[in-house]
């Protein structure tokens, strides 16, 4: 593919924007890429991998002359960061970011941004527990879907440009309402994450009674929970607090969902229990089918295997 945006500003270098300026190198896809972080520690290494043709102290710094702004911070940084690089844009640029919530991000960053930008909020559905610049991969985006919503009135150029953009990093691309945006992924990734978070401190708790036979005998479900658990602390802190509205509300209706399974097992009640389970375990045919994960053994883990001393 050719150059679509000629200077790209990552502002913060973590996993997301680390596999946007690796994926779009691969493709030709930004002419230079500019990359700025709080931390001078990020900023180092950053600079060390040449993760970026550039990088700069300050995020004012960062965005001058580019033609797409990304801001990849917590959620709870967005407002800030907005209100330092607002003067500093470029007239016709566009601003974009990475949030897991939407309508926040916009409340918290529309207002520090001039009439004469365009902002189109997005959200890449892939990630990985791992963070920091060298957690980043070129192939993060591929085949995985990114959801924009853009506020109302945004040229629509403007979208389409941005979704050529996600297109050239290999990801499939939809636009929704940032509201209905919310409520998907209160279901799809927020409450699950919290019922991860609780598991897994659950088995902590527990583990302080067994002398750490729960990790030692860790089954395949405790842990895919403990890997989702991984994520980073301060931006799932920021999401449920962004997005508390959607999550109490899937919350509760997995609370009630609970207490019926609850009841079939003290009742007995194994064709209740049949049921559900066949018609949860339709979801996942689904995510296979949609191409969403794979049906291999063991969802496609490759077994290391610890070589015997002396072998």
């Known amino acids: 593919m050719s150059v679509i945006y000629n200077r ?3 502002i913060g270098l973590g996993l997301i924007a680390g596999s946007m300026a690796h994926a779009m190198r691969r493709a030709g896809l930004a002419g230079e890429i500019v990359g700025t972080s709080r931390s001078a520690e990020t900023r180092a ?19 001058v002359g580019a033609d797409l702004v990304v801001l990849a911070v917590p959620i709870g940084a967005m407002a800030a960061v907005a209100e330092e690089i607002g003067p500093y844009l470029a007239p016709g640029a566009t601003v974009t970011d990475v949030g897991s919530v939407k309508r926040e991000v916009i409340v918290q960053v529309a207002p520090f941004l001039p009439d004469t ?3 189109v909020p997005a959200h890449p559905l892939a990630g990985t527990e791992h963070s920091g610049p060298r957690s980043g991969f070129a192939t993060l985006f591929d085949d995985r879907y990114t959801l924009l919503t853009p506020v109302e009135g945004t040229e ?13 990093c290999g990801a499939r691309v939809e636009e929704m309402d940032a509201d209905h945006h919310d409520l998907v992924l209160a279901v799809t990734s927020h409450t699950p994450h919290l019922i991860a ?7 902590d708790d527990l583990r302080r009674v067994t002398d750490s036979e729960v990790i030692k005998y860790s089954a395949a479900g405790f842990r895919d929970f403990t890997r989702i658990a991984a994520s980073d602390p301060t931006m799932w802190r920021d999401i449920f607090l962004s997005n508390k509205d959607a999550t109490l509300e899937i919350l509760g209706r997995f609370t009630e969902e609970l207490f019926a399974l609850q009841r079939a097992i003290r009742t007995g009640d194994g064709d209740h229990l049949h049921a559900y389970f066949t018609r949860t375990r339709a979801i996942r045919r689904g995510i296979i089918e949609a191409g969403q994960d794979t049906d291999a ?3 496609g883990r490759t077994t ?3 070589e015997l001393p002396g072998g």
């Open 8 to 10: 790209v500003a990552l």
């Open 45 to 63: 290494v950053a600079a060390e991998i040449g993760l970026c043709d550039r990088i700069t102290e300050t995020a004012a710094e960062a965005v």
């Open 117 to 119: 930008v365009h902002f």
């Open 156 to 168: 629509l150029e403007a979208t389409a440009k941005l979704r050529t953009l996600w297109e050239g």
């Open 197 to 203: 978070y609780t598991m897994v401190g659950v088995a």
């Open 297 to 299: 053994p063991n969802f």
């Open 304 to 306: 290391v295997k610890k």
